[in-house]
């Protein structure tokens, strides 16, 4: 082999590979298997730097007796393997990909002898993809991405494990990436295992510290959807992962989460009733909770009107009861201004983000009707109907028909508390001027005097008693004042 390498006979040495390989490597006989492995190692060695011209032929003869019944063949060819990688170094990167499959079959390999074996190979791989800078990371995404659903406990730890060396390597940018792994990490991080839910704790937290650093290049809108199913998660570690994800998406992006608003409040405002044991999740989700609160302004109440006033005449849209939080500009950037903690986007990327407030105002109804949510989460959810009556009452006052029933409902709620925010919703709806320029109500020849509110109330007809008085309790939130009003905490 060394004469015909040193006359360079291409021809002879991949003859000689290939007898190694047909009549040995895949022989039907264990023995000639096994000196068909060592065959090919030495052929490697004997190669030296010129092995990486006939890799192909080399690799997948040995890769193909990983999945040998022989667990001394196996091991074997992880030994044969590790020779081959080791003279090649470098070169082995453009067949990565089917390495690291080998490799995470044989990472929940039965026998400890192979397993001890892969893991010397995988460390040789590892200091080889870091010292290198011809890494193809866009290859290797969809193979990382099919992996990282395993449920097998050693095959989770090989991901982990290559997803942490990925991270540490300066020249290779996971997080761009980060949108097709995200799902598959938290389900990891519900492993029985502790170390495994460790190492995972480790790579999100490093992925987080990445995200802190650069938010211009995250890409938010992608994973909106993953945090929203996690954050709904049973297991306290993964909701409580999810709801910090969730706190620093909003913090970072600003308004680029607002289409996302339904998803994240059905997955936050049920956390706002948890007791003690679950102190954090719910302490976090009230930071969620508040800064989702604020990214509502004023302009989302004339917002459609002037996307209306400057694009071209479009078909009415079918109006759906909830949108998928997919269906929404899932990459939409905010032009909202100084409003949004997006600073970092210059004018022309900017896009305008709207605020699907009919899927918001779904689901706060929802959780009204819901007898079991605890008081904390009525009152939140109030609260956010008198934020929106507030900052856009236009919009708001299309939907007082369908709120109305469930809000003269809960003014016979068992909280003090929960009554009071009831009342000062409707008090609010009662004040707005939205009801005078909408043209509902039954009298709207009449004019009123100076200073005095006209009440136009949807449906209040339906609301009346056998009397055909309101009850005692609406006719005081009607005749509130406005600025009566207690500081909305």
């Not at 992996?147 to 997803?163: D, G, L, V």
């Not at 079991?372 to 109030?382: D, F, K, N, Q, Y």
């Not at 009850?471 to 004042?481: K, N, S």
Request: proline share 6%; glycine share 6%.
């Amino acid at each position: 082999n060394k004469a015909f390498v040193a006359q360079n006979n291409t021809s002879q040495i991949k003859h000689v590979i290939q007898i190694l390989s047909q009549e040995f490597a895949l022989s039907q006989h264990p023995h000639s298997r096994k000196g068909g492995l060592i065959g090919l190692a030495a052929c490697s060695i004997a190669l030296g730097k010129d092995s990486g011209l006939y890799l192909k032929e080399l690799i997948e003869p040995v890769l193909t007796c990983f999945n040998d019944a022989d667990s001394r063949l196996r091991y074997y060819a992880c030994e044969a393997l590790y020779n081959i990688v080791k003279v090649a170094r470098g070169s082995v990167l453009p067949h990565f990909n089917v390495l690291f499959d080998g490799l995470s079959k044989l990472a929940a390999d039965p026998d400890p002898n192979v397993k001890s074996g892969s893991e010397l190979l995988d460390r040789l791989l590892k200091d080889i993809v870091t010292e290198s800078n011809q890494f193809d990371l866009v290859g290797f995404i969809p193979l990382l991405r099919e992996r990282i659903y395993s449920n097998n406990q050693y095959a989770r730890q090989f991901i982990i494990s290559w997803i942490l060396v990925l991270e540490s390597v300066p020249d290779i940018n996971l997080l761009d990436y980060l949108p097709e792994i995200l799902d598959g990490l938290f389900q990891i991080l519900g492993d029985n295992s502790k170390e495994i839910r460790k190492m995972c704790e480790v790579a999100l937290g490093e992925f987080l510290k990445e995200i802190k650093k650069n938010p211009p290049s995250v890409k938010f809108a992608e994973m909106a959807n993953i945090l929203v199913i996690h954050c709904q998660a049973a297991d306290d570690l993964i909701q409580l992962t999810a709801m910090c994800w969730m706190r620093e998406f909003i913090q970072l992006a600003g308004r680029v989460m607002l289409p996302y608003s339904s998803g994240i409040l059905t997955a936050v405002l049920p956390c706002l009733s948890y007791d003690d044991r679950k102190k954090n999740i719910k302490e976090v989700a009230n930071v969620c909770n508040q800064s989702l609160m604020k990214l509502v302004i004023p302009e989302d109440d004339e917002m459609d009107e002037a996307k209306q006033a400057t694009a071209p005449p479009a078909e009415p849209a079918s109006e759906e009861p909830v949108p998928e939080p997919e269906a929404a500009s899932g990459g939409s950037l905010d032009a909202s201004g100084d409003s949004s903690p997006l600073s970092f986007l210059c004018s022309s990327e900017r896009i305008q983000v709207t605020l699907n407030l009919d899927g918001i105002v779904q689901v706060l109804d929802c959780h009204l009707h819901d007898t079991s949510i605890g008081m904390m989460t009525r009152i939140a959810v109030l609260k956010w109907l008198y934020h929106l009556y507030i900052k856009t009452p236009r919009k708001m006052f299309r939907h007082t028909d369908s709120l109305f029933p469930i809000l003269l409902r809960t003014l016979s709620d068992e909280s003090d508390e929960v009554i009071l925010k009831d009342l000062e919703v409707l008090a609010e709806i009662a004040s707005s001027p939205a009801g005078q320029t909408e043209g509902h109500g039954p009298s709207e020849t009449a004019d009123p005097r100076p200073g005095q509110v006209e009440l136009h109330i949807p449906g209040r007809n339906s609301q009346l008693s056998a009397s055909g008085e309101c009850p005692p309790l609406l006719l005081d939130a009607f005749g509130a004042e406005s600025q009566s009003q207690a500081a909305w905490c």
